[in-house]
């Protein structure tokens, strides 16, 4: 047999999947199951705007920790709520922006114009930005839902200034309503006065329990497999997800799971299938941002790594990482940045939970304060696999 024929006979093969894309993140399914309590405090919050001439802006707040359905509920109100909109004959656009790599709101505004006027948005500054967008949503008779996800890498005056837009340029112009999405803690350092007062609702998200953990999988598992999933592996399953308190740690296992029965060729998903995938999810850790970091945040990760694999110690001094970090940048052939600058791909790092980092005071150290680097919720080896994979890819050659 030929290679091409080797590899025609692999896509050949029957998958367990029926629709595997349902289990990504990215993924909003058409039935949003134990989120009724927060979907019915939206719509008493937005229905204004199908039912008032004015249309007012409205800001809301969802809070919650990771897993628990912040993104999936607000995309999927704004779904339903664009719907229902273009019935009554109100034209509701919906944007959602993920701060991780929209940093600021220069860029959301930019990203804005140029979607909406086909303009880079150079030589105008926020402010002019935001009433041109203003001026083409009243024009053509348009209303905009803006949701914006990991709010809290956005600067706090940054995010006033969004939920300031009607008091800005007149409740009159500002044909646009915000969701802004946060985990509890992260919200809790930018929260102020002045933010506080500009929100309509703030609504906290609590973790699944053990039969709505049960109820989703089971949903999501009839939309992405063949056959049907065996009760006690879900329960299995729903456990961990309760365990966690994380959902999406949940539909993660489920679609290793399928990989891995597709892989060894295996007609159903197993217990010792679980127990596999679980092993490679980890809860809290979401590797889905190493795609977004930049190349310096990066090889400073992999450098922080490296060092805290190569003194064997739970946690590193931030000079031994940017040691590793100089050399990895010669060997991948990148421009090595300044301490300073490393520092603040640090810092980013941290805001991001990928990192965990605190400055403790040194008695005999020359400055006597040293700042100390740990991993958070995924082992030093294990990520060191997953950066060197992806630099192979990225960097090598």
């Given at each position: 047999?030929?290679?091409?024929?080797?590899?025609?006979?692999?896509?050949?093969?029957?998958?367990?999947?029926?629709?595997?894309?349902?289990?990504?993140?990215?993924?909003?399914?058409?039935?949003?199951?134990?989120?009724?309590?927060?979907?019915?405090?939206?719509?008493?919050?937005?229905?204004?705007?199908?039912?008032e001439s004015e249309q007012p802006a409205i800001n809301c707040l969802l809070l919650g920790r990771g897993g628990v359905g912040k993104t999936a509920t607000a995309k999927y109100f704004g779904r339903n709520f664009r719907n229902i909109a273009l019935?009554?004959?109100?034209?509701?656009?919906?944007?959602?922006?993920?701060?991780?790599?929209?940093?600021?709101?220069?860029?959301?505004?930019?990203?804005?114009?140029?979607?909406?006027t086909h303009g880079s948005g150079r030589g105008f500054s926020d402010d002019e930005a935001i009433k041109i967008i203003?001026?083409?949503l009243i024009k053509d008779k348009g209303y905009m839902l803006l949701i914006l996800d990991e709010v809290h890498l956005l600067n706090p005056d940054d995010i006033l200034a969004f939920l300031n837009i009607a008091e800005t340029f007149g409740h009159q112009n500002a044909k646009l309503s915000i969701i802004l999405i946060s985990r509890i803690n992260d919200w809790m350092r930018i929260e102020n006065e002045k933010i506080l007062s500009r929100l309509n609702e703030k609504i906290k998200l609590n973790p699944y329990n053990f039969d709505e953990a049960m109820q989703i999988l089971k949903y999501r598992s009839e939309i992405a497999f063949n056959e049907d999933i065996d009760e006690d592996i879900l329960e299995m399953i729903s456990q961990i997800v309760v365990d966690h308190q994380n959902m999406r740690h949940g539909i993660e296992i489920l679609r290793k799971s399928g990989l891995f029965a597709d892989k060894e060729g295996l007609e159903e998903i197993t217990a010792d299938i679980i127990r596999e995938a679980s092993n490679e999810v980890y809860p809290t850790f979401r590797g889905e941002i190493i795609d977004q970091l930049k190349d310096q945040e990066l090889i400073a990760l992999l450098g922080i790594v490296r060092s805290l694999i190569r003194n064997n110690e739970p946690f590193t001094l931030v000079d031994d990482a940017f040691e590793e970090y100089s050399s990895l940048c010669v060997n991948y052939s990148l421009t090595s940045h300044v301490k300073m600058s490393f520092r603040k791909y640090v810092r980013k790092l941290n805001q991001l939970k990928i990192?965990?980092?605190?400055?403790?005071?040194?008695?005999?150290?020359?400055?006597?304060?040293?700042?100390?680097?740990?991993?958070?919720?995924?082992?030093?080896?294990?990520?060191?696999?997953?950066?060197?994979?992806?630099?192979?890819?990225?960097?090598?050659?």
């Open positions: 047999m030929s290679d091409e024929e080797k590899f025609r006979a692999q896509f050949g093969k029957r998958s367990c999947f029926r629709l595997a894309s349902s289990l990504d993140l990215s993924f909003i399914p058409s039935k949003l199951f134990c989120r009724d309590e927060v979907i019915n405090s939206l719509i008493y919050s937005f229905r204004r705007i199908l039912e019935e009554k004959n109100v034209n509701v656009f919906i944007e959602y922006y993920d701060a991780i790599n929209f940093r600021s709101k220069s860029k959301i505004i930019r990203e804005l114009l140029g979607k909406y203003l001026s083409k990192i965990s980092s605190k400055t403790v005071r040194i008695e005999e150290a020359e400055r006597g304060r040293h700042l100390e680097i740990t991993l958070l919720d995924i082992p030093a080896p294990k990520l060191l696999e997953l950066l060197e994979d992806l630099f192979n890819k990225k960097f090598s050659n």
